[in-house]
């Protein structure tokens, strides 16, 4: 079980925060991966030392201090950021069951969202 929280419009130049929520019930966590438009950008394995690893994309500054688990920070977005994101959860053995979900995220610039406000 599980869900995904990405907030569905952020403003360039702020900060966003997306939120991978499981239950994993008896089985034991293996992974967690993220993705932009199918691009993995961010794993974290609790086993591997560090856990966390991050692979460039255009557009994702990665807050790697404060990510972990199933938060992945952004900082510093901008219209390159959008896109779909999806978060995968992996559990370990016995049963290797994996499970994702998907979200579209959206950047707008700092004038549309005055517009959009008034």
């Given at each position: 079980?599980?869900?995904?929280?990405?907030?569905?419009?952020?403003?360039?130049?702020?900060?966003?925060?997306?939120?991978?929520?499981?239950?994993?019930?008896?089985?034991?966590?293996?992974?967690?991966?993220?993705?932009?438009?199918?691009?993995?950008?961010?794993?974290?394995?609790?086993?591997?030392?560090?856990?966390?690893?991050?692979?460039?994309?255009?557009?994702?500054?990665?807050?790697?201090?404060?990510?972990?688990?199933?938060?992945?920070?952004?900082?510093?977005?901008?219209v390159s950021?959008?896109?779909?994101?999806?978060?995968?959860?992996?559990?370990?053995?016995?049963?290797?069951?994996?499970?994702?979900?998907?979200?579209?995220?959206?950047?707008?610039?700092?004038?549309?969202?005055?517009?959009?406000?008034?």
């Open positions: 079980m599980m869900a995904l929280e990405v907030p569905q419009l952020v403003i360039s130049g702020e900060e966003t925060t997306l939120t991978c929520i499981f239950d994993l019930e008896e089985d034991t966590l293996y992974s967690i991966k993220w993705y932009r438009d199918d691009l993995e950008f961010f794993r974290y394995v609790p086993s591997d030392k560090p856990p966390n690893q991050f692979f460039p994309l255009k557009g994702l500054d990665i807050d790697l201090g404060r990510s972990s688990n199933g938060t992945v920070y952004i900082q510093d977005v901008d950021t959008a896109g779909t994101y999806k978060c995968e959860i992996s559990a370990d053995a016995p049963s290797f069951q994996t499970v994702s979900a998907e979200k579209m995220l959206t950047v707008t610039g700092k004038h549309s969202a005055m517009i959009l406000l008034v």
